[in-house]
């Protein structure tokens, strides 16, 4: 079964950072693109950013709202992504999902989600 | 960047009618040399993450009930749940992974008339 476990959320002031971590399991993790995807309360769903394989270079994209604040990296040896956010703003206040592309789309399972809050 | 517009906002449907969701994209996202379209649908139901139900705009998700089936090709795709059954209650997004940034629909909620 695949799993996809964040963790690393919480409360955090402007200006601040956070690292938000997920742990996977149940798929060749090496096989898969990883990304996040973010959702602002009551709001729909917004992509952040994606890293695909090493195969592939670890490439990374992001959406233009978290580019050069925000940074993902992958570590194929403890089957886990992570997310570096940097210089947050009260708009980056969401629940941040961690997502696995296996060849369907490019977030064919979903962890649970958890939840960042940017407040003074 | 591909921009995903999603109609209706929301619906409510009877019990067992046809529920019919719209998604437009801003430009094509059929990849010929492939022959696919980089669109996915996905349902949120109350406090849960998403969850996949349908890629390259009209292939099911292993488990997705078949009352739920996507279609279109190009810039305009429509997702239909055949018979509303109660548990469908949800809203639902378009996605398109053809280019990056990706993006997605609005979302559209459906609920029970």
């Known amino acids: 079964e695949v799993q996809l476990v964040e963790s690393g959320g919480g409360l955090v002031k402007p200006g601040g950072s956070l690292t938000l971590s997920c742990a996977a399991s149940?798929?060749?993790?090496?096989?898969?693109?990883m990304t996040w995807v973010r959702q602002a309360p009551g709001k729909g769903l917004e992509w952040v950013g994606r890293i695909k394989r090493k195969i592939e270079g670890e490439t990374t994209d992001y959406a233009a709202p978290v580019k050069g604040r925000f940074t993902i990296s992958r570590d194929d040896s403890e089957n886990k992504v992570s997310l570096q956010m940097h210089s947050l703003k009260a708009e980056d206040t969401a629940v941040y999902y961690c997502?696995?592309?296996?060849?369907?789309?490019?977030?064919?399972?979903w962890g649970q989600g958890t939840l960042v809050t940017v407040s003074s | 960047d591909i921009v995903m517009t999603q109609s209706p906002d929301s619906l409510a449907v009877s019990l067992g009618e046809r529920a019919t969701i719209n998604c437009k994209s801003s430009?094509?996202?059929?990849?010929?040399?492939?022959?696919?379209?980089?669109l996915g649908w996905f349902q949120q139901k109350p406090g849960q993450p998403p969850k996949l139900l349908i890629y390259w705009a009209s292939t099911r998700e292993s488990g997705v009930p078949d009352r739920f089936s996507g279609s279109g090709s190009g810039t305009d795709f429509t997702l239909t749940i055949s018979s509303l059954q109660a548990e469908d209650v949800a809203v639902y997004y378009c996605q398109q992974y053809y280019s990056v940034p990706l993006s997605f629909g609005g979302g559209t909620k459906v609920e029970i008339k």
């Open positions: 149940g798929f060749t993790f090496d096989d898969a693109w």
């Open positions: 430009q094509s996202v059929f990849y010929s040399p492939r022959n696919k379209n980089y």
């Open positions: 997502t696995a592309g296996h060849g369907m789309s490019d977030s064919d399972s």
